[in-house]
């Protein structure tokens, strides 16, 4: 039997920081991982090139059934001192969009530094491990590995999300959850594309074409870019909006955010003689104004014959038009899980089990999800570093 002060299970964003922090504090720390790769997620995020965090993270951009819980570890550790982790290591960065830092070169630097930093701290790595049986005895921990059995007064679930399996995602941090008596909030895939079916099945035609839009789903609204796929909407906005959007229920777009009201009547003045396919082809990229022009029924003489209330109705509709997505494609093709491990039973401050102490549940397997652009991994550092520290 080994003995270890903490075993932390999952070698990925938040277990490997997690680990590398208690490390340091001068704990003797297991990092276990059936891949035989460490942070393969970490490797393909952000098209290879890891958007690491978010210079604009702030609590309201996670989702949570308790939308307090993530605001402790957010601010005891933030993009400023995960950007100071990434200098020291040398990692060249920088900003691409609302606030996304990046990679100059590859997320392979980004896996590497925590390597370094787990090194740094003395871990004990074992990839390739197939865990056997999580038992919990007179106050420790006994995990069953091929090797043999590791024991420890502290256990670290950072097993992740079921989002992608093919790269070894799995509900595992659930079922152990479950086990020791914590609640999961439901799983289901987020920052995801959304699949059209019926008659929106025609929009498929527009597949590969991109437009800036305002996507709505329940209370939030993200305006950033849509892209039409060959089965349904994906692109930026759309990825914001899927994490808030339930089965059911319409997505909002408004195709033209940045008109304001009253536009097509001011065309109209302007180009009586314009149709207003042509003057939504000039708005919006032309195959996409074709279809919306056709499902408008818009009438195809010039504008000067439509009345400013025809106009007005089909500037509404164009401000938000109503998707019906027949689902998502799930969890093959999401970049996150939301819900996961309810914050009820675990201490904001520690990420330990309220009611299990010892037992500790960090990153995507807890139910924090952030929006699209470095939040999520904000999130698997902050947290990381808050158990890693209170082991
Ligand atoms: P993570 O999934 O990283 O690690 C979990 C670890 O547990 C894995 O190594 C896995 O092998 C292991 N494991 C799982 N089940 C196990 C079992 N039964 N036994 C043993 N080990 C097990 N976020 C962001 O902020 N910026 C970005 O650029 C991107 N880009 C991106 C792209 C793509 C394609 C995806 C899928 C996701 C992103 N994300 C992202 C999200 C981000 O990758 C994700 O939120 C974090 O990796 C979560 O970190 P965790 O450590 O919690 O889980």
Not at 128 to 148: I, N
Not at 208 to 227: H, M, W
Not at 269 to 289: I, K, V
Not at 325 to 351: D, H, Q, W
């Amino acid at each position: 039997m080994e003995r270890y002060d903490a075993i932390v299970l999952g070698a990925g964003a938040a277990g490997m920081w997690c680990a590398a922090v208690a490390g340091q504090r001068g704990a003797r720390v297991l990092l276990v991982d059936h891949n035989a790769e460490a942070g393969r997620k970490i490797l393909i995020s952000g098209g290879g090139r890891c958007n690491f965090t978010n210079i604009h993270t702030a609590p309201d951009r996670f989702l949570s059934a308790n939308p307090h819980f993530a605001k402790s570890a957010l601010a005891r550790y933030t993009p400023a001192d995960f950007v100071a982790l990434v200098d020291a290591h040398g990692i060249a960065w920088h900003e691409k969009t609302l606030g996304q830092l990046f990679c100059d070169g590859s997320a392979r630097q980004v896996v590497a530094m925590l390597l370094a930093e787990c090194e740094r701290g003395g871990v004990t790595l074992r990839l390739g491990q197939t865990l056997g049986e999580v038992a919990h005895r007179d106050g420790a921990f006994v995990v069953t590995l091929p090797g043999g059995d590791a024991l420890a007064p502290a256990l670290v679930i950072a097993t992740g999300g079921p989002s992608i399996p093919k790269i070894g995602a799995t509900g595992f941090a659930y079922d152990l959850a479950r086990r020791f008596g914590l609640k999961v909030v439901e799983p289901r895939p987020a920052l995801v594309p959304l699949t059209l079916g019926g008659d929106e099945t025609l929009f498929r035609e527009l597949s590969g074409v991109a437009a800036p839009v305002e996507a709505r789903a329940g209370k939030a609204a993200f305006r950033e870019a849509a892209l039409f796929t060959h089965r349904g909407l994906s692109g930026p906005a759309i990825l914001q909006a899927s994490s808030y959007w339930r089965h059911g229920e319409a997505v909002g777009i408004d195709f033209l955010p940045e008109r304001g009201d009253g536009w097509l009547i001011e065309a109209k003045a302007r180009q009586p003689r314009a149709t207003l396919r042509r003057t939504l082809g000039e708005a919006l990229p032309e195959r996409l104004a074709g279809v919306l022009a056709d499902r408008l029924e818009a009438p195809e003489g010039p504008l000067a014959g439509c009345t400013d209330r025809a106009l007005a109705a089909i500037e509404a509709r164009l401000a938000d038009w109503r998707f019906h997505p027949n689902g998502s494609e799930g969890f093959a093709k999401a970049e996150v899980t939301a819900g996961g491990i309810a914050t009820a039973g675990l201490s904001s401050r520690s990420m330990e089990a309220t009611r299990v102490p010892g037992l500790y549940a960090i990153g995507e397997a807890v139910d924090v999800t952030g929006w699209l652009g470095g939040y999520n991994f904000q999130w698997a550092w902050a947290s990381g570093h808050a158990a890693g520290v209170a082991i």
